[in-house]
């Protein structure tokens, strides 16, 4: 497992950057980097259950919100896969955890994104998280506060 860092400046306060990454259309849009379609179900609350999940294969990652500071920090420990809909725990499977951080710049905001990955999605990764935060970083500064 290897953890890896991202950031992103945004010409935005963090309440909006917020609101991109978290609210249903602007996060079908920025995930869709990832997987088109891509969606989350949840209720968004400290201590709820968050299922991540592409409709092309109804597969996906089920994670538990561990820690949220609205405009500041979201944390999902990451528990299970999702195949064809349902959630598939594995003994070896191990807990990952995927965190965003949003600080103050004095002009916008930064984001700064861990991640916890097995060795063999780095590279998907790096070459997929600068695009989605690229695309965050325009629906923020290109959305009317």
């Known amino acids: 497992m290897k953890q890896l860092h991202y950031s992103v400046d945004i010409g935005a306060p963090r309440s909006k950057v917020w609101a991109v990454l978290w609210e249903d259309a602007s996060y079908r849009d ?14 968004w609350n400290q201590g709820s259950r968050i299922h991540f999940i592409d409709p092309t294969s109804n597969n996906g990652m089920s994670a538990i919100i561990e820690k949220k500071t609205p405009n500041e920090y979201m944390c999902f420990k990451h528990i299970a896969e999702i195949q064809n809909g349902k ?16 600080t103050d710049t004095g002009g ?35 959305t009317p506060a």
């Not at 959630?87 to 949003?102: F, I």
């Open 87 to 102: 959630e598939v725990t594995y003994p070896d499977t191990a807990v990952g955890r995927e965190r965003y951080t949003l």
């Open 108 to 142: 916008g905001t930064r984001l700064h994104v861990e991640l916890d990955v097995p060795d063999e999605y780095t590279a998907t990764f790096d070459d997929k998280f600068p695009k989605a935060l690229q695309r965050v970083k325009e629906l923020a500064e290109s």
């Open 30 to 43: 920025w995930t869709s980097v990832f997987a088109a379609g891509s969606y989350a179900i949840s209720d």
